[in-house]
């Protein structure tokens, strides 16, 4: 809702006319008064409807009734403490200011001989200074296919669908390209995939055309789109939105984003023939850290004057994230406030300027914070939770607020150093106290990388460590954790040992997680187990014998399970089975034997030995000569055959008879 010199639509202020001492008859008078005008400002509006173009008064006409009655307001206000008429005539403005602008759809122009005008350039959108050691990317996305504004009231929607992008938005600009005759017809939002609503514009521009044709809304921008001086058919190359952009910090900008268009009035269309997002992302949440700084020294609000007061910040991080400002104003007719906070690096930003009509004290607690209302689609007529939209009451406090600049202008810069806080009275007849101020800065910064050392190999079959392992980068303090062999422990603090189990060669995963936050970073290396080196430990061979059954056992050590034996020169008879050289030699004499050993590993080990095989032969008893026969000898030899041969005869004769 655009800005004026002092009124949104809100009850009417007449708190402050009530506390004025005038005799009796005045504040009658007043009173009748007031009753002749709403009851014909409702007549009005139930003719006409309340989103109606007024019957033969045409909107232009309108908008420049609206800057006559606000300039004949203020001009009215420094003299309402002491001059009744000037009262009477104040409240009567008002009221047929606030009908007028319920008619336009909520429309309050802009009094241009009250704004400062900035230099008028073209702006090239820039995000901001990213943090340390953070390094966003940015894209551009278009949607180019036109849609049509229709002659209000009437709502039209556009989408662009953002994939691949860095799933932490460090910084969104819009820009539009809308053609539409009497640009107060048009409130502006823009919807993120997480549902975030911000408001762009609304009912700013006045009766002015094409001004929103190729304008950059960037939080970064010179000018303010409430309190930009527009002309017709010039475009505003840049704007501060209503709403900061920076609402959408942090969130993944991946998915659809939604530009919704409302005219609130009859008689005017358009087209919004393209537009586009410039995204500036981050890979991961960077590492935040936020601190709260306050001045409880009070400062007099001077009348129609410049009030300043200022807050030392030390000690927080090198790049702001995020600021909320609160303030504790104690001042009557709220209107008359205008406050900027201006940075150590010199960049102001706009919180108020003339919003909150005649209500006294609204800013007294209030949170100035860029979040403040993530929701507050269009249409509507009044948003609470943004400066220049809020139905304030008097006394009562408008907490929390979107400032009317966007303190997303502040990301990047270095908070350290002094912060200051104007507030100007830009009106006589009020006067107040800023009781006290604080700021909560939230910094950021991406830490280094994080890097874990990587252990040195163990071996299977033999004690490893304790080692304890190392990790830079990231953020301290760190845990660890891994898979690991059968044998070995890792503590949470990096310590590893144990011995590791044969059979367990490999690579073992050990992850390091840092304490970043919202997200952890983890880094892997890698634990390599290694067999020993593969020996045959056999260093002789016993001795065999020629015919009998022979056993000689293999021994190794190292290398990986299973494993594979050979031998050559063995004498015949003899052969190697398993880890064993067995069978029966058939010769005998000494053997050279080269035995050879493979593993099962990968790449597979092999040991070699030469050992001497002796075999002996069996011991045969010598057979010893008979002496020769004499003659006699031979001649008793067959005598005594005979007789046996005769007795043999004899028996079997025997045995027959």
Partial sequence: MALNSFHQVSPSPRAWLLALQFPSFVRKRVSRLLRKV?????????????????????KAQINTRMLELSTLMRDLKPRLATDRDAAIQYESADLEYRNLSALMGGDKPVVPEFVPRAARTNFLKLAPSSPPLCTPTAATYSQTTPVAIPTGPGVVTSTIVVSGANPWIWDVDLTTFIQHTFAADLDITITSPAGTVVTLTTDNGAGNDNVFNGTVWDDSAPETATDYVYANNVVAPSLVPEEALSAFVGENPNGTWTITISDDLAGDGGSLDSWSLAISALPTAPQVQTVTYAQNTPTAIADVATSSSTLLVAGAGASILDVKVTTYIQHTFSADLDITLVSPGGTAVTLTTDNAAGNDNVFNGTVWYDKANPAGQVPYTTNDGLASDHAYVNNTLASPLVPEGALGALMGQDPNGTWQLNITDDLAGDTGLLTSWSLEVTTATCPSPLIASTPGPAVAGSA??????????????????????????????????????LGSEGNYTVTVTDSHTPTANTADVTLQVTAATLAITTSSLPDASWGQPYTAALMSSGGTPTYS??????????????????????????????????????PAQSATAILDLAVTAVVVPSVQAVPALGEASLVLLALLAAALGLSQRRRSQGNAE
């Fill in 565 to 602: 034996w050979t031998a050559s020169g063995l004498p015949a008879g003899l052969s190697v089975s398993g880890n064993q050289i067995v069978g029966t030699p058939s010769e005998s004499g000494t053997f050279t034997v080269t035995l050879t050993l493979m593993d099962s590993g990968s």
């Fill in 38 to 58: 709403a009851v014909s400002g409702l007549m009005v509006a139930v003719v006409l409807g309340s989103h109606a173009q007024p019957l033969g008064v045409d």
């Fill in 464 to 501: 490893y460590g304790p080692v304890t392992l190392s990790a830079t980068g990231g953020v301290a303090p760190y845990s660890w954790s891994g898979s690991l062999p059968s044998g070995m422990s890792l503590t949470s603090g990096g310590q590893l040992s144990g011995t590791p189990a």
